[in-house]
RNA sequence: GGGGGUGUAGCUCAGUUUGGUUAGAGCGAUCGCCUGUCACGCGAUAGGUCGCGGGUUCGAGUCCCGUCACUCCCGCCA
């Protein structure tokens, strides 16, 4: 017999009734009677209550023995009356009487509380990490990681997928985020890196014959964090598989994602077959490539209303004409919202740093005229051909941003946000899954103002071999592929390019020559210049999957042991200080200040 | 690198707008009372560098300047 305990903190029922018991666990809370004492005592499983009399020897020790003490108690169970049943827990059924208890870990006061559903600083939290994480909210967000990631592996096996781990110290890439780096001891001066994602390694195990890999990896990239970003690490599905085409991939991953979200949530799928989005499209409805598809808000090109003589709306007029865009939403039937709706989408624009959002109201029967602080400058014409091009009738309202397009984008992707959440336009019970297609292979960069690649360099352009041209190259799309759930950007992926001799030619457009190819990519060309089978994948990210289950909106929530947004770990102290010592054998000096 | 929010007892917060007696509450801690609670109840006690530094003022938690920490966002994240 297990010395601590015969049962879990969970399970006992009123069959019990009448058994010696042995139970374990920390003391969650104590309801002090003076001559009666209850004790709920907790463990991973659940919550029992136990209780003491004054006439039992170890009551006066119970009763000063401080909460979340680790103790075991020996009882007996008996069934509760009627009228004392808790039906809030699982064992509310019965209560254990004690009669003795051993301390098995003592407890400090406390830090922080550990019973109650107060919300508190996230420093104490992280320093206390392992009080936090006994709260019932967290632990079983935790929980839900562990299952959902039983489940996904689960499930790859099933479908033929080999697991298998790639290195952790590997070499830095140029592409892409900043690199976490590791000195090399036997090699001084040179560093390794940690992989940013498993990329050249999973291609390479295509190349390996292995078919079909998955792996639940770990990535690390040195950027600034966010609400649903880790600074530093994350953990993705990556997965890459032989012979395919896009639609092979998108089938397997689509039915994964409809499995794991129907097993782990009662949220309903708004889509059953994931939509298809060219990347192209998405910005021109929803002015983002990651579009929260539960809002049924679309964006409009509104630009050439302003190049017209009857508008005589001046400051977008001029802006216009220096290149500028004018975009649009329209919300159906908002004539009878009060002012302070208008207003509030207009001071919400200049809080994230825009001048504004002009809007109006669409009104008149014969003559249709425009409603609000910017109506007049419309003539009844143009106020027709607006409702033409947004599919708005009278009662609607327009919203609108002019600026020049990345900034009227970044505006009118989150405006739309904004109204949909004060129109409650958004059913937050709902998942909307959906596809972006048809990446550009290039874009320009801002800074640079050279041509670079827009997302993966190794993915495969959407171009016919035989007549390869590659003289607009921006005009170029990838297979490459993004799957948006609920506005959250949820993988990404592609099909790979698996032809030496073009990916010689890609790279030579991003300004990469024949050497720099074969110097930084050194392992990854060797390697497809000896058979290569097509091959491609994607790679979920199962932080955020597991976000979206547990409805939470920081990722910390379904992390154990998260670093702080300045990625600290204030709990292990980390980053810190290394000895002379190690510094010497690594061969690094540090520069100070 | 930039912008916003927050910082008062171990924890959660009120008080700051409009400067003015000894800075309050709930939870937790300690002590006492209480035999059916499940957020048990009742009474008492302890607990404060109002994030830190400087300034204005007869007087600063409150106003001004600077700074630090945490957090959200922008940049960044192929």
Same mark, same amino acid.
């Given at each position: 017999?297990?010395?601590?305990?015969?049962?879990?903190?969970?399970?006992?029922?009123?069959?019990?009734?009448?058994?010696?018991?042995?139970?374990?666990?920390?003391?969650?809370?104590? =309801?002090?009677?003076?001559?009666?004492?209850?004790?709920?005592?907790?463990?991973?499983?659940?919550?029992?209550?136990?209780?003491?009399?004054?006439?039992?020897?170890?009551?006066?020790?119970?009763?000063?023995?401080?909460?979340?003490?680790?103790?075991?108690?020996?009882?007996?169970?008996?069934? =509760?009356?009627?009228?004392?049943?808790?039906?809030?827990?699982?064992?509310?059924?019965?209560?254990?009487?004690?009669?003795?208890?051993?301390?098995?870990?003592?407890?400090?006061?406390?830090?922080?509380?550990?019973?109650?559903?107060?919300?508190? #600083?996230?420093?104490?939290?992280?320093?206390?990490?392992?009080?936090?994480?006994?709260?019932?909210?967290?632990?079983?967000?935790?929980?839900?990681?562990?299952?959902?990631?039983?489940?996904?592996?689960?499930?790859?096996?099933?479908?033929?997928?080999?697991?298998?781990?790639?290195?952790?110290?590997?070499?830095?890439?140029?592409?892409?985020?900043?690199?976490?780096?590791?000195?090399?001891?036997?090699?001084?001066?040179?560093?390794?890196?940690?992989?940013?994602?498993?990329?050249?390694?999973?291609?390479?195990?295509?190349?390996?014959?292995?078919?079909?890999?998955?792996?639940?990896?770990?990535?690390?990239?040195?950027?600034?964090?966010?609400?649903?970003?880790?600074?530093?690490?994350?953990?993705?599905?990556?997965?890459?598989?032989?012979?395919?085409?896009?639609?092979?991939?998108?089938?397997?991953?689509?039915?994964?994602?409809?499995?794991?979200?129907?097993?782990?949530?009662?949220?309903?799928?708004?889509?059953?077959?994931?939509?298809?989005?060219?990347?192209?499209?998405?910005?021109?409805?929803?002015?983002?490539?990651?579009?929260?598809?539960?809002?049924?808000?679309?964006?409009?090109?509104?630009?050439?209303?302003?190049?017209?003589?009857?508008?005589?709306?001046?400051?977008?007029?001029?802006?216009?004409?220096?290149?500028?865009?004018?975009? #649009?939403?329209?919300?159906?039937?908002?004539?009878?919202?009060?002012?302070?709706?208008?207003?509030?989408?207009?001071?919400?624009?200049?809080?994230?740093?825009?001048?504004?959002?002009?809007?109006?109201?669409?009104?008149?029967?014969?003559?249709?005229?425009?409603?609000?602080?910017?109506?007049?400058?419309?003539?009844?014409?143009?106020?027709?051909?607006?409702?033409?091009?947004?599919?708005?009738?009278?009662?609607?309202?327009?919203?609108?941003?002019?600026?020049?397009?990345?900034?009227?984008?970044?505006?009118?992707?989150?405006? =739309?946000?904004?109204?949909?959440?004060?129109?409650?336009?958004?059913?937050?019970?709902?998942?909307?899954?959906?596809?972006?297609?048809?990446?550009?292979?290039?874009?320009?960069?801002?800074?640079?103002?050279?041509?670079?690649?827009?997302?993966?360099?190794?993915?495969?352009?959407?171009?016919?071999?035989?007549?390869?041209?590659?003289?607009?190259?921006?005009?170029?799309?990838?297979?490459?592929?993004?799957?948006?759930?609920?506005?959250?950007?949820?993988?990404?992926?592609?099909?790979?390019?698996?032809?030496?001799?073009?990916?010689?030619?890609?790279?030579?457009?991003?300004?990469?020559?024949?050497?720099?190819?074969?110097?930084?990519?050194?392992?990854?060309?060797?390697?497809?210049?000896?058979? #290569?089978?097509?091959?491609?994948?994607?790679?979920?990210?199962?932080?955020?999957?597991?976000?979206?289950?547990?409805?939470?909106?920081?990722?910390?929530?379904?992390?154990?042991?998260?670093?702080?947004?300045?990625?600290?770990?204030?709990?292990?102290?980390?980053?810190?200080?290394?000895?002379?010592?190690?510094?010497?054998?690594?061969?690094?000096?540090?520069?100070?200040?």
């Amino acid at each position: 017999m297990n010395k601590y305990r015969t049962h879990n903190c969970g399970e006992l029922t009123k069959k019990d009734n009448g058994s010696n018991v042995i139970l374990s666990g920390w003391i969650n809370k104590k =309801r002090d009677h003076g001559n009666l004492l209850f004790l709920d005592l907790r463990d991973n499983f659940g919550i029992t209550q136990c209780l003491v009399e004054k006439e039992n020897e170890f009551f006066k020790n119970l009763e000063k023995t401080q909460l979340e003490t680790v103790i075991k108690i020996n009882g007996v169970v008996a069934k =509760r009356t009627e009228d004392t049943v808790n039906k809030e827990i699982q064992t509310g059924e019965i209560e254990v009487k004690i009669k003795s208890f051993e301390i098995l870990g003592t407890c400090k006061e406390l830090p922080m509380p550990v019973f109650t559903d107060q919300e508190y #600083a996230e420093d104490i939290r992280l320093k206390y990490r392992f009080l936090d994480l006994r709260r019932k909210k967290i632990h079983e967000n935790i929980v839900l990681r562990s299952k959902v990631i039983s489940f996904i592996r689960e499930e790859m096996i099933k479908l033929g997928f080999l697991e298998f781990q790639t290195p952790i110290l590997t070499s830095s890439s140029p592409e892409g985020a900043r690199d976490f780096l590791v000195p090399s001891r036997l090699n001084k001066g040179k560093f390794y890196a940690l992989p940013q994602a498993p990329q050249q390694f999973k291609q390479l195990i295509m190349v390996s014959g292995f078919d079909k890999y998955f792996q639940i990896a770990p990535c690390f990239r040195d950027e600034d964090a966010r609400a649903d970003r880790s600074p530093g690490e994350f953990y993705q599905l990556d997965l890459e598989m032989s012979f395919v085409e896009q639609e092979d991939v998108f089938n397997v991953v689509e039915k994964l994602m409809l499995l794991i979200f129907k097993k782990f949530s009662n949220k309903k799928m708004l889509f059953e077959k994931f939509p298809k989005i060219t990347y192209e499209d998405a910005l021109r409805k929803y002015g983002t490539d990651k579009p929260d598809l539960r809002n049924p808000l679309e964006i409009s090109d509104l630009t050439s209303i302003f190049e017209r003589d009857d508008v005589k709306f001046e400051i977008f007029k001029k802006l216009v004409k220096s290149g500028s865009v004018v975009r #649009a939403i329209k919300t159906d039937n908002t004539k009878d919202k009060p002012r302070s709706f208008f207003d509030g989408i207009n001071n919400w624009a200049k809080d994230q740093g825009a001048s504004g959002m002009a809007y109006f109201t669409f009104e008149g029967d014969n003559e249709i005229k425009a409603k609000g602080p910017v109506g007049k400058f419309f003539s009844s014409e143009s106020l027709k051909e607006i409702m033409k091009i947004t599919d708005a009738k009278i009662g609607d309202s327009i919203f609108l941003s002019c600026n020049k397009e990345n900034e009227v984008l970044k505006l009118i992707s989150s405006a =739309r946000d904004k109204i949909a959440k004060d129109l409650n336009l958004v059913n937050e019970e709902t998942f909307a899954f959906c596809w972006i297609v048809d990446y550009p292979m290039f874009e320009v960069d801002e800074t640079t103002k050279k041509i670079s690649f827009s997302h993966n360099p190794f993915s495969m352009p959407q171009i016919d071999e035989k007549e390869i041209d590659l003289s607009k190259p921006l005009e170029i799309k990838a297979y490459q592929y993004d799957i948006v759930c609920n506005g959250i950007e949820l993988s990404s992926g592609a099909i790979r390019n698996h032809k030496p001799d073009l990916m010689y030619k890609l790279f030579s457009i991003a300004g990469y020559s024949k050497e720099d190819v074969d110097k930084k990519f050194k392992g990854m060309i060797n390697a497809l210049s000896f058979g #290569a089978p097509p091959h491609g994948g994607i790679a979920p990210g199962i932080d955020r999957i597991v976000m979206l289950l547990a409805n939470e909106k920081n990722i910390r929530e379904v992390t154990l042991f998260p670093m702080n947004q300045n990625a600290q770990d204030l709990m292990m102290n980390a980053p810190s200080e290394i000895s002379d010592d190690q510094l010497k054998e690594l061969g690094l000096q540090i520069k100070k200040k």
